[in-house]
């Protein structure tokens, strides 16, 4: 009975996300709703001491993160770099290679630092005029931009500062460059398949002599190729500042400050002295600060265009912080509230039954991350909940921390985008087309990059490279 009272609370959550309602409302409602059911006594006590205590924890580490990403993306569009970043690379990979292009500007914009969600409201314009010019049916765009945006640079290449290569580096004590060569390994295969899949889509199209179609809905204006935009250089180089600020302070930072940092948080008093540890929050200063940095370049250069709008725009970027974070940090403590629960027990009994630590993480991450519709939630309630499990097993098995981080940073990016994925629902709200017609390929996308996971894991036993 405990077992179906933890399936149905999350089969609830998947519905009413599927559904279209509020993750912030009601991942308390199905935390809770379980605990009702399993002792009525821990309700009140379950949602102020675990439920608002995870909630809020996740906030304060990981809603700067949020927030200065939202901004640099908003600074990114206001200033018209991101247009100058597009049309410069399909400049260079060519027009008639539409695909490719628009897969290579949402990896370039995402691995700069740009919130996923930035990045399909700016290249959406882009890929329906280039697919409209090659006659490649719409249907395919929101497969491609996910392959660009949702899968290698989120969470594979080391480096990349999306929040889902942030969350394991407080848990393993590692950094966002965490086993980089299987990164780039992992990031490879998605890449290839990914790309062979969508081409395959798109001649199969042709030979049925299917175009871009007619009559759909939130058309963007055509744009003009020929538009007079900033020098790319100049528009690439907050993107650059952020990857190698990050790789600077990731160091630095540490080196600084020492293990830990204690300071009195008064003057008048006797208040007991703050402690924080450095190696928990080190990855995270790191990013922060390169966001900062890129934030500021932007607006170096492109002050005036930036401050005609600023104003509205950055409204916009921390509603959509605030919202982002909040969703997340819903699923957090409703994570830590099942995880409390004698039916989760019986969850990660069979789930630790799985002999191999690595594909027991990348099960239990990828399965949750599934559930939640969420990479960041999932992988939150995971490891939350079954860290120190993996890090024991690690330890006993002689793997590397990085290994861990990367593994379960991949994972949380392959099933998550169900149909109640967030990010889904948006993609396919902002090109105006329907699960039934163009989910099949993000699916697809959704298949690839859950097998990848294995894939790192099966050239790390085989080769011993980290």
């Known amino acids: 009975m405990t077992l179906l009272i933890v399936v149905a609370a999350l089969v609830f959550l998947m519905f009413v996300a599927y559904r ?36 809020v924890g996740f906030v304060k580490s990981y809603f700067p993160v949020f927030l200065l990403g939202a901004v640099f993306g908003k600074v990114i569009e206001l200033s ?31 691995y700069g630092g740009v919130s996923l969600f930035v990045v399909v409201f700016a290249v959406y314009p882009f890929a329906a005029e280039l697919f409209r010019q090659g006659d490649i049916p719409k249907r395919l765009i929101p497969g491609t931009i996910a392959l660009g ?6 969470d594979s290449l080391p480096g990349t500062p999306q929040i889902q290569n942030v ?59 020929t538009e007079k935009l900033t020098n790319p250089l100049i528009a690439v180089l907050p993107l650059l500042i952020v990857a190698f600020a990050n790789r600077i302070f990731t160091d630095w930072l540490p080196k600084v400050y020492g293990d830990t940092v204690s300071f009195i948080p008064a003057v008048i008093g006797s208040p007991a002295p703050v402690v924080q540890e450095v190696g928990k929050i080190s990855a995270i200063w790191a990013v922060e600060g390169a966001l900062l940095l890129g934030i500021l370049t932007v607006i170096l250069f492109a002050h005036k265009r930036i401050f005609e709008s600023f104003a509205e725009g950055s409204k916009a970027a921390v509603s959509g912080a605030l919202l982002a974070s909040m969703n997340t940090a819903s699923e957090y403590g409703f994570g830590a509230v099942i995880a409390a629960l004698p039916g989760f027990l019986v969850v990660a009994d069979t789930l630790k039954s799985v002999p191999n630590v690595l594909v027991n993480e990348a099960v239990t991450v990828t399965a949750l991350a599934g559930i939640t519709g969420s990479a960041s939630g999932g992988l939150g309630i995971a490891l939350a909940a079954m860290s120190n499990f ?12 990085e290994v861990l981080h990367r593994v379960a940073s991949m994972a949380s990016g392959g099933m998550d985008t169900l149909p109640h994925n967030g990010a889904v629902i948006t993609l396919l709200a902002v090109t105006g087309l329907s699960h039934k017609i163009s989910y099949k390929d993000i699916f697809a996308i959704t298949c690839i990059k859950t097998m990848a996971v294995f894939f790192v894991i099966a050239t790390f036993y085989l080769t011993g490279w980290v």
Not at 24 to 40: H, R, S, W, Y
Not at 85 to 108: D, F, H, Q, Y
Not at 209 to 218: A, L
């Open 80 to 110: 018209g770099f991101s247009k100058a970043i597009v049309s410069s690379v399909i400049k260079i990979v060519g027009a008639k290679r539409a695909m490719l292009s628009i897969v290579l500007v949402c990896a370039l914009l995402t």
């Open 167 to 225: 969350i394991p580096t407080s848990f393993f004590k590692t950094n966002i460059y965490a086993a980089p060569v299987l990164g780039i390994m992992g990031s490879i295969f998605i890449l290839t398949l990914g790309m062979f899949y969508l081409e395959w889509r798109r001649r199969s199209a042709q030979k049925l002599n299917e175009g871009y179609g007619t009559n759909h809905i939130n058309e963007p204006v055509a744009f003009d190729l």
């Open 390 to 401: 993996f890090i024991q097993g690690a330890q006993a098995a002689g793997i590397s921390m």
């Open 149 to 154: 945006a949702f899968t290698f640079t989120m």
């Open 20 to 55: 279209g309602y509020s993750v912030i409302l009601f991942a308390p409602i199905a935390a809770l709703g379980a605990v009702l059911l399993t002792d009525p006594t821990l309700v009140a006590p379950m949602f102020t001491g675990l439920f608002m205590d995870k909630m």
